[in-house]
């Protein structure tokens, strides 16, 4: 099995910059995920990281440890449309499926 | 992006009946189609990889007689919830890929059984 584990909840004001983090323990690690997810809809896919190292993307960054099992999504300038959940999820060998932490409810006050 | 349609988005049932949801990749093939449910602040679980052309493969613990998957071509998966009951109410999410790990997924579906 894979234990996945990312905070509850977080709360930061608009402009300010939130830290995600995530760790997993798992064989045969392939990539680590970040989907954005607002209530009753769908995720969306945010990073992907599959190497050591950062992976920026506009307000959104993603790192990676894999000899600690860490990762981080990093969310810069926050925004009210930025109230999500943040799932973290992990791909295992050449599986095509993910394995999904339980999310991190972020939410953005004014 | 991939675009992954599910429809319908909402549904909502008598107890003992069955009901289908569909799954479909608009812009790609996809050989493979996953199922998940997610009930209210929890995560996605995975509960079947749907391959085209072939049996479904469930993860433990979920009933494939209740739960019935058909892939019957390269871009259609569906779900059928079979004599639904209170507790099969539940958030329905498909997804696909046409890569290795980059998922696409549909919009879900809201399944009320009352």
């Known amino acids: 099995g894979q234990n996945i584990d990312q905070p509850t909840e977080m709360t930061a004001t608009e402009g300010a910059i939130v830290q995600i983090n995530c760790t997993y323990q798992t064989s045969g690690f392939n990539g680590l995920f970040w989907y954005q997810q607002h209530a009753g809809e769908a995720p969306t896919f945010l990073s992907y990281?599959?190497?050591?190292g950062l992976e920026e993307k506009g307000r959104f960054s993603s790192f990676l440890s894999r000899s600690k099992g860490y990762s981080y999504l990093l969310l810069k300038e926050l925004q009210m449309k930025d109230s999500a959940s943040y799932l973290c999820?992990?791909?295992?060998?050449?599986?095509?499926?993910?394995?999904f932490g339980a999310g991190t409810t972020v939410t953005v006050r004014a | 992006g991939a675009v992954v349609s599910q429809h319908p988005s909402w549904v909502i049932c008598k107890s003992g009946t069955s009901v289908k949801i569909e799954c479909r990749s608009l812009d790609f093939q996809a050989t493979t189609m996953f199922w998940y449910r997610q009930f209210p602040k929890q995560s996605l679980m995975l509960m079947a990889t749907?391959?085209?052309?072939?049996?479904?493969?469930?993860e433990q613990g979920v009933e494939k007689d209740k739960f019935l998957i058909n892939h019957a071509s390269l871009t259609l998966s569906t779900l059928t919830v079979t004599s639904a009951h209170p507790e099969d109410s539940s958030f329905y999410i498909c997804?696909?890929?046409?890569?290795?790990?980059?998922?696409?997924f549909g919009e879900g579906s809201r399944l009320t059984v009352l």
């Open positions: 749907s391959n085209e052309g072939s049996k479904a493969t469930y």
């Open positions: 997804s696909a890929s046409y890569t290795p790990g980059e998922l696409f």
């Open positions: 999820a992990v791909r295992r060998g050449n599986d095509y499926k993910l394995s």
């Open positions: 990281n599959v190497l050591d």
